[in-house]
């Protein structure tokens, strides 16, 4: 069965610590693996798909990175406003050939000023 | 340029009543997916459906839960004769095609059975 985990469930740090959020997968077959972002009431928001091992993306404090069997946001210098929780997908490899994702279950992230 | 728009926002039933969630896509996207978010848990698949066709239901539960998406207006999920279990946030994404890359979510609706 495809699972995807994510580590630490909840992440504190000062406004300006770095940090790495983890997200671990096993789905056979991998066709990408997506980063989300989700404020509290709200829908997620598409953050990054990557699709390769060694593939690298950046948004502004953010940038994640992907090796065969994880995957990793990395914070730097983050600011109160990067508080949320991250969520990290896979799409099923059964099913369908596309639109089912399976998801973690999030890491919250709190950045104290 | 409105993005997903799902109503209402917030729904409250009682045991046993209907609920009809409703999620209007982005302009011109012909691709919906709904999933659901219960409490201290991730978000979960339900279904997938193109305008008049279910493409994949695999994580519909088997009763009381249906959807649908007319050739006009928006997708509906329908809870029939809902229970306490039923209460969730429950999220439509959209997209112009078929695909599993970065398909825009609505705001949700949060469903609380009383």
């Known amino acids: 069965e495809d699972q995807v985990t994510q580590s630490p469930e909840a992440l504190r740090l000062q406004e300006g610590e770095s940090s790495s959020l983890n997200c671990s997968y096993t789905?056979?077959?991998?066709?990408?693996l997506f980063w989300y972002r989700q404020d509290p009431g709200k829908g997620p928001e598409f953050l990054f798909t990557?699709?390769?091992a060694g593939e690298e993306k950046e948004k502004e404090r953010l940038k994640a990175t992907l090796t065969k069997k994880e995957s990793f946001l990395h914070i730097t210098a983050p600011k109160p406003e990067d508080s949320a929780t991250y969520l990290c997908?896979?799409?099923?490899?059964?099913?369908?050939?596309?639109?089912?994702?399976?998801f973690g279950q999030g890491t919250i992230l709190t950045v104290h000023p | 340029n409105a993005g997903v728009m799902q109503n209402p926002r917030h729904l409250v039933r009682r045991r046993g009543q209907e609920a009809r969630l409703r999620c209007s896509p982005m302009?011109?996207?012909?691709?919906v997916y709904w999933y659901r978010q219960l409490p201290e848990e991730g978000l979960k698949f339900m279904v997938y459906?193109?305008?008049?066709?279910?493409?994949?239901e695999s994580g519909m539960p088997k009763e009381r839960f249906s959807a649908e998406f007319p050739k006009e207006g928006p997708s509906i999920l329908r809870i029939q004769q809902v229970v306490r279990g039923d209460s969730a946030a429950y999220f439509c994404?959209?997209?112009?095609?078929?695909?599993?890359?970065?398909?825009?979510f609505g705001s949700g609706t949060r469903l609380t059975v009383v």
């Open positions: 997908a896979a799409p099923n490899a059964g099913g369908t050939s596309y639109g089912k994702l399976t």
């Open positions: 302009k011109g996207h012909s691709h």
């Open positions: 459906l193109q305008k008049e066709n279910i493409i994949d």
């Open positions: 990557l699709y390769s």
């Open positions: 789905v056979s077959g991998l066709r990408g």
């Open positions: 994404a959209s997209s112009p095609r078929g695909t599993d890359d970065g398909y825009t």
